[in-house]
């Protein structure tokens, strides 16, 4: 392994400032067109349409909170028939158990689906954002804290197939990017 | 950047601010975060000083009446459900504006939520917490009241999924769940601006733990404002839900003022007409003492104030058509129910309940009255206390004097009654302090992204000739 190669596998990526949201969204569709992979932007509040200038596709959690509810749904169902029809038949005002009783079982079907869906929607975005991760290489970076105020960055990370060193600097650079600068691994 | 203004529909009418005054993005950051970060005012040590001593003895009371038993209340029979499921109600009536302006008032686009809405939910919570106490202790045996859970046990008794007490059980404990879901979600993103701020060893701790590492990267917006945009999406049929919920305790039954269907709009409109009250009633005092001008303007108030207006004449209507439903039905009982509520011992009740959140929201239709910080404040004050004799009325009044003068019986409560009651405000208020010295009170990441210059396209583009912006912006 060369001494160059081995430099590049600690690098986690470049960094670069962007002084304003317009300037962060025409960076990013510039970083789209060249091709880039793995990069992100980060920014104190979600920017409309940003998605559109990464070339980020929908998020999917919405399928995964619809099985989320699905899985509530049945097991209101179970949860309510089974002890009502089976376990402990309980005859309340003279009314049977049957197909005619069912909306009086209505509330807590919709009640668990609700449930049950809140917690895939928590659970799921916290997972599929790889959190909680609370030791990351961006926060060695002493400037990046000014994401959470009023800083606007992107990261091409070193992973990406296009990256290199010394291009992504000037490419960043070109495209308006302020203090650019190259992140190590932080291990 | 010295951009050419060119005209535009904003140009030509433009939208009034939600921030005034221009306000950058770290200028938000500090004065929010600034609240929990200074030392703490010595009004907060005084008025937290007295909010738990009145939260103490509430608990004292809750205590008393778990090892003597429910006699140390007022309620009797006929009048087995009083100040407790008044309480029940008006607690978790209260919470109902917060899921309104979290949930619906977001899947509704309305921007200038981003101000109220931290605030607002964590009042939800705090008033849910407050309503879930009476349910529990009011079932007198507290060791039995895991009963109300469908867990098997060695009796093999389960309970009666067909009740809507059952249900209502279920309706509560989901919706302070969702509600602490929805509440953390939108708080992550600012407890990253905490923990980025955080000098100390504590705070950076615990706000970094709690921040779960947010990077605020736009891979994370998008799965979090899908999040975001579902849980807001489940909360609107569920916060409707849960009172209609609440109602069906009384409108299934057959007590004369309390079998109506008319029941869960009333009911829900009756909790949002409250709980925006409420949200009034704890933001004015806070927006003057934390100098929240600027994040929280008249022209939140003015629309808060027309909200009111709108659902105290909902609540007016039902009332109104609750009266002539019973002259109408026909039917001696109902129309007596409805006599003795307005002219029966307890008319001062209806009567007071009736002025406080029909006739006095009707001040708001003058704009300077809701553009006047007293009107405001004793507008919201009259439907903090309106709210509470409209439970009383519903409950009691219809109780006391039910199908047979035989089991008539007047209904008085007792100091255990009035100190648990009490109580709960101090709990209320008490978190709430808490609340707002340890956690930032306005969602900043929402109030930042409804600025002017967080849209991506505010500045008129300048001269696109690449062919990659054209595409974008196609």
Same mark, same amino acid.
């Given at each position: 392994?060369?001494?160059?190669?081995?430099?590049?596998?600690?690098?986690?990526?470049?960094?670069?400032?962007?002084?304003?949201?317009?300037?962060?969204?025409?960076?990013?569709?510039?970083?789209?067109?060249?091709?880039?992979?793995?990069?992100?932007?980060?920014?104190?509040?979600?920017?409309?349409?940003?998605?559109?200038?990464?070339?980020?596709?929908?998020?999917?959690?919405?399928?995964?909170?619809?099985?989320?509810?699905?899985?509530?749904?049945?097991?209101?169902?179970?949860?309510?028939?089974?002890?009502?029809?089976?376990?402990?038949?309980?005859?309340?005002?003279?009314?049977?158990?049957?197909?005619?009783?069912?909306?009086?079982?209505?509330?807590?079907?919709?009640?668990?689906?609700?449930?049950?869906?809140?917690?895939?929607?928590?659970?799921?975005?916290?997972?599929?954002?790889?959190?909680?991760?609370?030791?990351?290489?961006?926060?060695?970076?002493?400037?990046?804290?000014?994401?959470?105020?009023?800083?606007?960055?992107?990261?091409?990370?070193?992973?990406?197939?296009?990256?290199?060193?010394?291009?992504?600097?000037?490419?960043?650079?070109?495209?308006?990017?302020?203090?650019?600068?190259?992140?190590?691994?932080?291990? | 950047?010295?951009?050419?203004?060119?005209?535009?529909?904003?140009?030509?009418?433009?939208?009034?601010?939600?921030?005034?005054?221009?306000?950058?993005?770290?200028?938000?950051?500090?004065?929010?975060?600034?609240?929990?970060?200074?030392?703490? =005012?010595?009004?907060?040590?005084?008025?937290?000083?007295?909010?738990?001593?009145?939260?103490?003895?509430?608990?004292?009371?809750?205590?008393?009446?778990?090892? $003597?038993?429910?006699?140390?209340?007022?309620?009797?029979?006929?009048?087995?459900?009083?100040?407790?499921? $008044?309480?029940?109600?008006?607690?978790?009536?209260?919470?109902?504006?917060?899921?309104?302006?979290?949930?619906?008032?977001?899947?509704?686009?309305?921007?200038?939520? $981003?101000?109220?809405?931290?605030?607002?939910?964590?009042?939800?919570?705090?008033?849910?917490?407050?309503?879930?106490?009476?349910?529990?202790?009011?079932?007198?045996?507290?060791?039995?009241?895991?009963?109300?859970?469908?867990?098997?046990? =060695?009796?093999?008794?389960? =309970?009666?999924?067909?009740?809507?007490?059952?249900?209502?059980?279920?309706?509560?404990?989901?919706?302070?769940?969702?509600?602490?879901?929805?509440?953390?979600?939108?708080?992550?993103?600012?407890?990253?601006?905490?923990?980025?701020?955080?000098?100390?060893?504590?705070?950076?701790?615990?706000?970094?733990?709690?921040?779960?590492?947010?990077?605020?990267?736009?891979?994370?917006?998008?799965?979090?404002?899908?999040?975001?945009?579902?849980?807001?999406?489940?909360?609107?049929?569920?916060?409707?839900?849960?009172?209609?919920?609440?109602?069906?305790?009384?409108?299934?039954?057959?007590?004369?003022?309390?079998?109506?269907?008319?029941?869960?709009?009333?009911?829900?409109?009756?909790?949002?007409?409250?709980?925006?009250?409420?949200?009034?009633?704890?933001?004015?005092?806070?927006?003057?003492?934390?100098?929240?001008?600027?994040?929280?303007?008249?022209?939140?108030?003015?629309?808060?104030?027309?909200?009111?207006?709108?659902?105290?004449?909902?609540?007016?209507?039902?009332?109104?058509?609750?009266?002539?439903?019973?002259?109408?039905?026909?039917?001696?009982?109902?129309?007596?129910?409805?006599?003795?509520?307005?002219?029966?011992?307890?008319?001062?009740?209806?009567?007071?309940?009736?002025?406080?959140?029909?006739?006095?929201?009707?001040?708001?239709?003058?704009?300077?009255?809701?553009?006047?910080?007293?009107?405001?404040?004793?507008?919201?004050?009259?439907?903090?206390?309106?709210?509470?004799?409209?439970?009383?009325?519903?409950?009691?009044?219809?109780?006391?004097?039910?199908?047979?003068?035989?089991?008539?019986?007047?209904?008085?409560?007792?100091?255990?009654?009035?100190?648990?009651?009490?109580?709960?405000?101090?709990?209320?208020?008490?978190?709430?302090?808490?609340?707002?010295?340890?956690?930032?009170?306005?969602?900043?990441?929402?109030?930042?992204?409804?600025?002017?210059?967080?849209?991506?396209?505010?500045?008129?583009?300048?001269?696109?000739?690449?062919?990659?912006?054209?595409?974008?912006?196609?």
């Amino acid at each position: 392994m060369s001494a160059a190669a081995a430099a590049k596998k600690n690098i986690f990526g470049v960094i670069a400032e962007f002084p304003n949201a317009r300037a962060l969204y025409e960076a990013a569709e510039r970083v789209r067109d060249k091709g880039f992979k793995f990069w992100d932007v980060h920014s104190p509040f979600p920017i409309h349409g940003m998605n559109k200038a990464m070339g980020l596709k929908k998020s999917p959690l919405g399928y995964i909170i619809f099985c989320g509810g699905l899985t509530g749904f049945l097991t209101a169902i179970a949860l309510e028939f089974i002890p009502s029809a089976y376990l402990y038949p309980l005859i309340v005002h003279g009314k049977p158990v049957n197909l005619f009783t069912v909306p009086a079982f209505f509330p807590i079907m919709f009640e668990l689906t609700v449930l049950i869906s809140a917690f895939t929607a928590f659970f799921g975005t916290f997972i599929m954002n790889r959190l909680p991760r609370l030791h990351h290489p961006l926060f060695d970076y002493d400037e990046f804290k000014r994401f959470s105020n009023d800083a606007f960055f992107l990261v091409i990370e070193s992973g990406d197939p296009n990256f290199s060193e010394i291009d992504t600097r000037d490419f960043l650079e070109g495209i308006g990017g302020n203090e650019v600068v190259l992140l190590y691994e932080n291990d | 950047m010295a951009d050419t203004p060119v005209t535009t529909f904003e140009n030509r009418m433009p939208r009034r601010p939600l921030v005034l005054n221009n306000r950058s993005m770290a200028w938000i950051s500090e004065l929010i975060s600034g609240i929990c970060e200074n030392k703490a =005012p010595r009004w907060w040590w005084v008025t937290i000083a007295i909010t738990a001593s009145i939260a103490g003895i509430g608990g004292s009371c809750i205590l008393y009446l778990l090892f $003597t038993g429910v006699g140390v209340w007022g309620n009797n029979i006929p009048v087995a459900w009083a100040w407790d499921i $008044t309480n029940f109600v008006f607690w978790i009536g209260i919470g109902h504006a917060g899921t309104l302006i979290s949930a619906i008032l977001f899947l509704t686009r309305q921007k200038w939520r $981003t101000s109220i809405n931290r605030a607002a939910e964590a009042m939800t919570l705090f008033a849910v917490i407050c309503a879930g106490i009476f349910p529990a202790i009011h079932v007198g045996r507290i060791w039995m009241v895991w009963f109300l859970a469908p867990v098997p046990n =060695p009796n093999w008794i389960w =309970p009666n999924f067909r009740s809507p007490l059952l249900w209502d059980v279920f309706a509560v404990s989901t919706y302070f769940t969702v509600s602490v879901l929805f509440w953390f979600l939108g708080l992550v993103p600012d407890l990253g601006t905490m923990r980025d701020r955080a000098k100390g060893r504590i705070s950076r701790f615990v706000y970094g733990l709690l921040a779960l590492g947010w990077r605020g990267g736009n891979r994370q917006w998008n799965h979090y404002e899908m999040a975001y945009m579902v849980l807001a999406g489940l909360s609107t049929p569920l916060v409707l839900s849960v009172h209609s919920t609440v109602s069906f305790d009384f409108a299934t039954s057959i007590l004369p003022g309390w079998h109506t269907t008319i029941f869960p709009p009333y009911f829900v409109a009756g909790a949002i007409f409250g709980g925006f009250a409420m949200v009034l009633t704890l933001m004015l005092p806070a927006r003057e003492l934390f100098k929240l001008h600027d994040v929280f303007t008249w022209d939140h108030i003015d629309v808060m104030c027309k909200i009111l207006l709108l659902t105290g004449s909902i609540v007016g209507y039902a009332y109104s058509m609750e009266l002539f439903v019973a002259y109408y039905s026909g039917n001696a009982f109902e129309r007596f129910a409805f006599i003795n509520r307005y002219f029966g011992p307890y008319w001062w009740a209806s009567w007071t309940m009736f002025a406080c959140n029909v006739v006095m929201p009707q001040l708001m239709w003058v704009r300077a009255f809701r553009r006047n910080l007293v009107t405001v404040f004793f507008v919201s004050m009259c439907a903090n206390a309106g709210m509470w004799f409209e439970r009383f009325v519903i409950f009691v009044i219809s109780l006391h004097r039910d199908f047979l003068p035989s089991s008539w019986r007047m209904y008085y409560p007792t100091w255990v009654d009035v100190c648990t009651f009490v109580g709960t405000f101090g709990i209320f208020l008490t978190l709430f302090l808490l609340f707002i010295r340890f956690l930032p009170m306005v969602a900043m990441s929402e109030v930042k992204g409804v600025l002017p210059d967080a849209d991506p396209h505010f500045h008129p583009p300048v001269a696109h000739d690449d062919e990659t912006a054209k595409e974008a912006h196609a």
